[in-house]
């Protein structure tokens, strides 16, 4: 029981009250995991049976769970490490710790540490990326089947342009993705990503491998990096002197299409919008990890305006990104549309960390919402967590002032609980050493 609220399709302004539903005093009826019934409290009660158990968390909102479309799983202790811009960082401190992750022991002590973070984040779902060693998909897939998580992740990979030990061969980068899709795929909720890391790191040979795989499992997810950086879209270009550009790469191996996801894809030409459009392909936007690294400004609403427009979802980029917290992320991405002259209104960015993340994975009938008959992942948020959004509550007078006061001042904090599958997982976490 508490305040619902739940979108429907895509907020068209900050005044667009059709686009969700928000129930005053709301109650969730949730059985074996799914959400069975939503709607007025009392009419909720009343369908369910007499004996079932009642939790209040009046005066807190309920919200779906958070969708965080884009982190890296071993990037979790480089956070905020200081680099220039994208591949010095990379070379000097994201490579030498992903390295770390050939250790099972390691990697299975950070996939703890992960879904405890990501679910005190309110973040139910994930879309990651390991590292190069088929342990780290398997320390990570076995975590989220014992936590009863929606989880899509891939083994990256990559055999070039890395230290030795994070690097694969075409042959194995084949052959262990594959284990891995046999190994996890549709075990629990997990879902199994094709992740070629980025262009620079596959050489031709493997690129022609994900190619491979991508069409002996078209249902899967594909994940990869484009158009992050300056220097890297030269570099990367040069390493594929035949393609048109950066997108071209990737179309050439058959990789863009409707379950592709594009990480950052900031600076695009009109040519490499159209062909991410017509394949129906989305572009992730990183906010915190753009502009911690300096890589730009994500033309949102150009990319939107087009006559092809784009399919956009929105990710924290974690270790690039600087924040675990969806509501931290959309903040940042409000004001980067801020700088460029652009809104991001209240109620967009809810949907964008809700349902919108969810139809960009083409899950929304399965998490981003509370409709009846989908997966019981949801937030309890509190509004006043801190003294300074207690304060500024005081003068909220719409359910859109409460969600960009929650976005501009909290963060886990407000976080009251996490369910996942029906279950909490907030205050009962999986268990740190
Ligand atoms: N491009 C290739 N790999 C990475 C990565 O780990 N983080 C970011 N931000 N960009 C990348
Ligand atoms: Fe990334």
Redesign the pocket.
Same mark, same amino acid.
């Given at each position: 029981r508490g305040r619902l609220l739940s979108f429907r399709r895509a907020p068209r302004d900050a005044h667009d009250h059709d686009s969700y539903l928000f129930e005053e005093d709301g109650g969730l009826l949730v059985e074996n995991g799914m959400i069975v019934a939503m709607g007025d409290f009392q009419a909720v009660r009343a369908d369910a049976a007499d004996d079932v158990e009642v939790i209040d968390h009046r005066p807190h909102l309920i919200l779906p769970g958070l969708i965080d479309t884009h982190v890296?799983f071993p990037?979790m202790q480089v956070i905020g490490s200081y680099a220039a811009n @994208?591949l010095e960082? @990379?070379d000097t401190y994201?490579f030498p710790e992903?390295c770390r992750f050939v250790e099972t022991a390691h990697a299975t002590r950070i996939a703890t540490q992960f879904f405890d973070e990501f679910f005190r984040q309110g973040t139910t779902t994930a879309v990651a990326?390991c590292s190069v060693h088929k342990a780290s998909a398997d320390a990570f897939f076995a975590e989220s089947l014992k936590r009863g998580s929606l989880m899509i992740a891939g083994k990256v990979m990559m055999d070039r342009g890395a230290p030795q030990g994070l690097l694969d061969t075409a042959q194995i980068g084949y052959d262990e993705t594959r284990q891995v899709i046999a190994d996890w795929h549709g075990r629990g909720r997990n879902h199994v990503a094709i992740t070629p890391?980025?262009a620079?790191?596959s050489t031709p040979e493997q690129m022609g491998a994900a190619q491979t795989l991508a069409r002996e499992f078209p249902d899967l997810y594909i994940q990869?990096?484009l158009s992050?950086?300056r220097d890297?879209i030269a570099y990367t270009c040069s390493l594929y002197p035949d393609a048109a550009d950066y997108t071209d790469i990737y179309d050439r191996y058959g990789l863009l299409g409707q379950k592709s996801l594009f990480?950052?894809a900031i600076h695009l030409s009109e040519r490499e919008a159209d062909a991410l459009s017509d394949s129906g392909s989305v572009l992730v936007h990183?906010p915190t990890?753009n502009l911690f @690294?300096g890589?730009g400004l994500f033309p949102m609403r150009t990319y939107q305006r087009r006559d092809k427009p784009l399919r956009i979802a929105v990710a924290t980029?974690i %270790? %690039?990104?600087t924040s675990y917290s969806m509501l931290k992320t959309l903040d940042e991405a409000y004001k980067i549309q801020q700088l460029l002259g652009e809104r991001l209104n209240p109620l967009e960015s809810a949907y964008m960390m809700t349902r919108g993340n969810a139809e960009a994975l083409s899950l929304e009938d399965r998490i981003g919402t509370l409709e009846p008959g989908t997966d019981a992942d949801f937030i309890v948020v509190d509004s006043a967590a801190t003294p300074a959004m207690k304060l500024r509550m005081e003068t909220v007078r719409s359910i859109g002032e409460e969600l960009f006061l929650l976005q501009a001042l909290g963060d886990d904090r407000a976080i009251a609980e996490t369910y996942v599958a029906g279950r909490p997982m907030k205050s009962v976490a999986g268990g740190t050493d």
């Open positions: 890296h990037q @994208l960082w @990379l994201t992903e990326y890391r980025f620079i790191t990869t990096h992050e950086n890297e990480g950052h990183c990890s @690294l890589s980029d %270790g %690039g990104g």
